[in-house]
Every structure is written in structure tokens, then in C-alpha cells.
């Protein structure tokens, strides 16, 4: 336990007790779905000259360490990484490492996301030179946070969030390093091509557009121009060539095989009947569906409907993968518009299909842009870890307070016209259904359906769908009835003990604050 | 005659007398290349919520009156336009019309280029609709300035120099007016297909960033998405339907047809000759080549000698036209990298052909940006009007003062490695070489070689190439040389009078003030 003070803490609108400062910043609670209202301006990088970089556009230095140094690295700076190599990447641990290597403290860690791989990344935040992350911490890491071990306060936020964050300049990236699997000297990248291909950079588009400097390193270096640019060299300082940047297998995702659990195939069955039931299915409709094995067989009865039917899908998002690529290759959707490659499927056909479109966090996800795509999609099918009885929900905690998981686009999804979360009614003989979430991740009036192998039920705000399955076959339940049920053989399991102390906070699409985490008790 | 006042003057580091301030704003002297370092932070949009815009997305209304009030127009702002319809344009005078019509007065027009079919603008900078065009003014509109009828004082800007401007917050876009061939309701936009398909939409892109507010439109709505989106919906504020935005006829340039004169053959052939004997031209080189008939025929020859000797080109930049697409569909080059796209084939070849690339004054030119491309590309061919005995060239102007061309991407291509004007040594009996240049676009240390019919002069400064050429058969001789021939078959033409109020600001691409054009006396 290290510096994670007792903090002055409000009640936001979800009444959930949140801080007003953390991490020496100001934090304004969660106000309201679409209440919080922004007035400032966007971050402002330095004006830069071309005078200062080399005519040639030859940006190559000699490795990482001199990259970093020639950005200044120096105490409290925030270094960003992405998380495209997912848990085979190969830098963000090498970053750390010359930093403590140079003797530079109290750096703060944004990555998109953390993995397993990055585990050992808990010895720098026990040394101080790494104070804390702002970014999803799976695992090891969360349970790190979690135990109160991380010298600063965690910031969970949602892939939109982040790039919310960087572009409102809550956030001020010092450094970015961006993994590159294809790049050119000028700093030009893409992700599609090379020996650690991982589909998009997209979650390195905020970093490369807002950090003061950004270093770009790649195992694939090509002659300008690399084309694709997913990301631009104009916004890149340096580039650095090494042996490998990724490890291809562990690159790509374990979790894109549909499932064969009965139970799952259940839900993923009910979840596509009742979206077929409320006239959701229909020519010229979108979805998005995350990467389970549950939601990819959803995917899978979608198509199902689409041929028998002779209609098709006007776009599919991703995470891409072979099922999606499938329906684009068979002419069932005109579009897969990705924003994250999950198998070497997706990331074949982003690279040769020209209708599997990239997208960023800017383009899907950014609240506080001229709107963005996630509100238009029609259905979106999410997970969650608990859901209370106002449809209130989690998704980076489990029941025991631990806070082990990312939120992803998840947030972001929930602005989707019909939102689903098919869930088991309980894992491991605790109810999913809950008086109280654990940690407030989505506030229930976004969420429309909840689907669970005993039960459905809709949101009764959504009276829409409602009388759409008012005949319907499907197990159409309350909310309410699901938690009796799930109680009636489960029991009311005992909640975890908390300390006072605020381990992370949970940020809503908005900047402000939707939850804080506190310290789990041993 | 009106506002034009007799200004405070300073002497450049050219030795020109420009303005310290204009149109109310303080004025920085150009101070050599690569001289001036800017200190400041980029120009900062205000932070935008979704909650502000449609959750599906369908930002349409009525008509561009409507936008435009919406907009918020009023008196003096600042409004934004593209060229990419060139003569063929038929939004921006409605823009003014529905200006008039509601009595707004001191509007700064800020179109990437003005045509001929904008002449009607004259009575708008008239009455005051319109106080001045911040951006290049051909023909008439040009003719208008230099007499000194504008209230305020032009700017003529490079394509580099203009998203420079808006980027760093020295011109602050008040309400972009985006015309698009395709675009979706959401605002993504294309040039590249639609009835009045005109390739690519990249002058527009800084507008689209930066702006206050945003509208697009379009003749050709589409479903969400449209694919490409070369403009970001996320940027765009309200989208308009219109009957037709352009006549396709006159969007496509007239200026696309390798010349059948003589004179200008010569001069193709002898840069050719001189670009391959020095080495220029060989495997994975690159080239930039102007609109004009001379321009054109150099890619044919250049084509011709990569064909003979079994090589290419790595990529060439357009203005892409039939030419260039050849080029790319017989493999004689990777890659096209397109800025602007000049005839049918270019865009075709832009919508079909992968390796035909999107690039933007951002990507290629910005001087304020972490390098652009032109400083790497290895030769390019431009014109100008005049060049002086220091190599120093004006491409705004003509000998009689009158400032009736824009800058276009002329001052931005000059970093290229090689830079190669091939012009007439006089034209109507009035010498292109002279002594001091009537408007000073370019510095002479940017100008590597002159090429006219009687004889070709290489920058004292390129050593090199003097040493390349040493045993040439081509006419190589001084520019000296080259002016007292010119003078001893054409005389010394005299000089036009000039008054002593500044008309108008030539800016360099670093935003500093190269020349300032003065009133012409009738």
C-alpha cells in the first residue's frame, strides 16, 4: 500500500461516491447521459517546422533508448503505447526498461490497453519509476491496482475515452511509441502487412496526432512511401528499426472460434431470435458484436437469416475476424468498418478487401466529436460481469472487486440503438444480477436487453420493444424475476470487503467520473 | 480605389518592403528558409459532444441557407471554400448570394483557389458583401485586387502555406462550406465518384479540421457510410442536398493535353535530357511535374527512358492525369501520390487502383508539420512568369504587375531536391529573366536550374549538378548569359507604375510575408 490517499469524494448522478481530485487533477463527476457539457478547446500541440527535420525525410536513429533520449525523457512524463499486438507485443516493457535504466521516475503509463505479456511491468510501479497507468490493466496488473499497491490512481477509460481524453488534452502525451508492423523511414505505418501484422494502428491515432513527440518502431521497414499510412510521418519524430516487434502467434487472439458450450450457443440463440423478433434483422441494418465466443455465434445465426432471407447487412463492425470476413466475401454485409483486427482473417482482408474499411476511436467512438458511428449502428451485443436491477452495468470488475478487465469500446457501444448484453444468469454459483454493481461501468438507461439462459428482459424504458415481443416465444422476464431467480438457487453471496482508499477511477465517455474502484481488502 | 491604406513597411531578408501589419493583423517578414521558428501551439477547435448532434446521424437540412444560418453567419467571419471543381464550381457564389440576401456585410472569403466562374464575387467585394479573398485570385478576380478595389488586403497563399494558416490559427475558419460529388448524411464525403466526381477532396481537409463549423454539399447522398471518406463526417456539422454542385464538363482541366508547340517540346525534351544526365532519373526516383502542356510532355519522356532502360519510378506526384495513370498501369511507377486530380483517367485511376494515393497539402506540403513530402522527392518541373539574376521567381504576377495566378503548390514543391523551371526566354517580346522579379514568390536558393530554349543556367549554389553536366551537349550557360540574349533581341521592356498601397500579401510557407503586391496605376 503506497499513495493512495483517502480522497474527498462527491456524489455523482448514479450516486456513486467519486473523487473531485485524483492524481493532482480536477475531476468532475458524472453528470448524466449527454449532461456534461464541454466549453473548452482541444489540446493545442507545440507548431512544429520542417526546418528541424531531415530534408530526406529520414528520420531512422539507432534504437529505442537514443529515440527516447533525443525526446527528452525525463520524471513525470506520460508515455503512451498501443495495444494492437494484444499479448504478443514486444516494446512496452522494452520502454520501461531504458527508462529505469536512465534512472527516470514517475512516469505515467497510458497504454490502450494492458496484457498479460506486460505483467512485469508491476516491479517498475513498485520502483517509482512508473507512478501509474491511465489505460485498462487485465490481470496481474488490475490486481496490482486493485491491492493498492500502485503508487498514483488508476484511470480506467473506454477506447473512446481515451482518445476523448488525449484530444481534450486531459491527457498530454509526452512520448508516443507506436509499434508499426510495416513503416518507412519518414515514419509512415501501417499495421496490415509484415511479419507482426496486426490489422489496424487505429489506437494509436490520438497518440500520434496529440503527443509532443512520437516514435515510430517497426521490423518491417519499407521505401517511402509505406501504403498504406495508417498512421502519417508528418506527425512523427523519430523511427527506430528492430529485430521484432510482435510475436506473431500470440498477436492475433485465442478467442475468435465460436463457441461449443451449450449454454452460450443458448444465449447466442436467443440473442439473434429476439433481434430477428424485433424487426432489428432487416435489409440494410448494422451490428456489432465484441469477441466472445457468444457474440461471435450470434454473428453466425445473423448470417444465417440474411441468406434465407436474400437481404444483407449494410455494415458489420469489429473487431474483424474470419466469421465477419466471411459475410463480407459472401456479399451479406456491403461493409465490415473495423476498428480492431481479432485473426489473420481479418487482417488478410483488410489488406486486400477495399469495402473492410478502417476506422479509428476518432471516427466510432469519440463523444465529444461532431457525432460518431456507434449511435447509428443498430444493435450491438456486449458482455458484462454484473448488471443491477436499473440495467446498470459492469464490465472491468467481478463480484470479488477486483478490477481485472479493460472497457474497451464498450461504453462507447452502448449508444448503439439496441443494446444487448447476453449473460450467463450466473458464474460460478454468483448471480450476475445484482441490487448493486460493483463498480458502475454503463448506466442502465442505455442498456436495452439483457438476455440470460432463463430469461430475457427489456428495459422497460424501451416499450418499443416491449410490444415488439409482447407474442413473442422467448422467455420474456423483468429484471427483476431473473435476480429471483438466480438468488433462489445461487443465494445472496456475501460482497467484498473495501478499504477507503480509491484504487482507480472509472472514466464515462464524457471525461468525467462514472465509478472510482476502491482498494480490496485481503 | 478603397481601404487599401498606405502601410507601415519593413524590408525582408530578400530585401522587400512588406507590411508589419494587415488587415488588422501583425505580420511576421520572411527571414530566409527555414529561418523563422515558430513558438506557438496549434489553433484549437472547441471541444464538440455528441450530445449536440443527431444519435443517427443524419445531420441534413433544407438548404444552404438554412446551414448557413444555422452556422451562425455573420458579419465578418470567415468563410472557406475549395477548388477542386476549379471552373466547374457552382456552390461558392450561392454561398455569397444567400450572404447578401440576408445583409451580412465584411466577410473574409478564404477559397483554396478562385476561378473565372467566381468573377460575379467582384460585386460582392463591391458593396462590402466580401472584404477580401484570402486566397489565390485568377483572372478577373485577381485584375480586381491589383487595381485596388478590395476593401481588404488578398493574401495569396501556397496550398502548403494555406493549411499552414489554418493549422497554426492565423486564419480561423468561422464556417467551411464543403462541396462533395458523394457524401452520406453524417458528412463523410468523397471527390472520387458521383455525378460530378472531381478525384479527390484534399484542399478541403484543413477546413474540415479546424473550422468553427462545417456543412457539406452534395449532389449524390448516399447510405452511411461512404466509402472513402476522404472528409470525416465527424467534423461536419449539417449536410445539404442540392441539385448539382458542378458543371462535370469544366471541373476536369482544360490543361491536360501534352503541347503541340514546338518551342515548348524543346524545352520538355532538353529537361529531360537534363534531369537524366544528372542522374535523376533512375530506378525508384521520384518527380513532380506541373498542369501545363510542357510539364506533361516531360513525363512522357521520362516514361520513355524508364520504359528503354527497364526501371521505374518509385512514385510520382500529381495533379494526376491520363499521362500519369499510364505510367502507374504499365508499371513504370509504384505509386501515383495525388494532390489534386486533373482529368477523367486521374480519377478513375484514384476510385479503381489502389496504388493511386490520397495525399493532402497536410501530408505533401505543410511546412509546419514533422517534414512533408516534397523535400524528398527528387526532381520537380514548375513554371514561373519571372526569374531574376539570383534565381529568385515570381509566379503570381506577370511583368505588368498584375497579380492574376495563385501559388498552388509552386513554393511548397521548391524543397524538392531538384527544382527545374523550364520557361520561354521571353514571351510577347518581354524577357522572363530579369532583374529584379515584379513579385518575389520563390528564393533563389530554392531554384536549381532554369531551362529556355537557348540555353540552360544552374544555380551557382548546386555544384553538383554544374559538375554533372560539365561534359553536357546541352547549352548550358550562365543566367546572365540567358538575360542579355533575351535583352539584346527584346530590349528592356519598361516597367509598370505602381502606387504605393499594398493590394495584397504574398506569404511564404512558413506564414511569413515574402512580397507584398502594390496597386497598379492605370
Redesign the interface.
Known sequence: MKNNKILELTENALGRKVPTIANGQKQIPYMG?????????????????????????N?LVKDLKEALIRCGIKDGMTISTHHHFRNGDLLAVQIFDIAHELGIKDLVWFPSASFPCQEVMTKYLEDGTINRIEGSMNGALGKFCSEGKMQGIGVLRSHGGRYQAV??GEVKIDIAVIAAPTADA??NATGDRGPAACGLLGFALADSQYADR?IVVTDNLV???C?P?QI??????FTVVTDKIGIPEKIVSGTTEITKSPDRLLLAEMTAQFCIEAGIVKD?FSFQAGAGGTALSIGIYFSEYLRQNKIKA??VRGGSNKYLVQMLEEGLTD?I?DGQTFDLDGVRSMREN??H?NTSP??SY????????S??TDVVILGATEVDLNFNANVVSHSDGYVLHGIGGWQNCL?S?CTILPVPLFRDRIPVIVDQVTSLCGPGELIDVIVTERGIAINPKRLDLIDALKHSSLPIKTIEQLKDEAEKICGKPEKPEFGEEIVALIKWV?GTVIDAARRVLK
Not at 366 to 373: A, C, E, L, P, S
Open positions: 447521459v449527454g449532461k456534461y457539457k464541454p466549453t473548452g478547446f482541444k489540446h493545442a500541440p507545440r507548431i512544429y517546422s520542417c526546418a528541424d527535420y531531415p530534408a530526406d525525410g528520420k484530444q481534450d519518414f515514419g512520437v521505401p517511402f512511401p501504403i499510412w502519417h510521418g508528418n506527425y512523427v519524430d440494410g449494410r455494415y461493409y468498418l477495399i469495402n474499411i476518432f471516427t469519440n463523444y465529444h466529436g461532431k457525432g460518431n458511428f449511435s447509428m449508444f440503438k464524457d
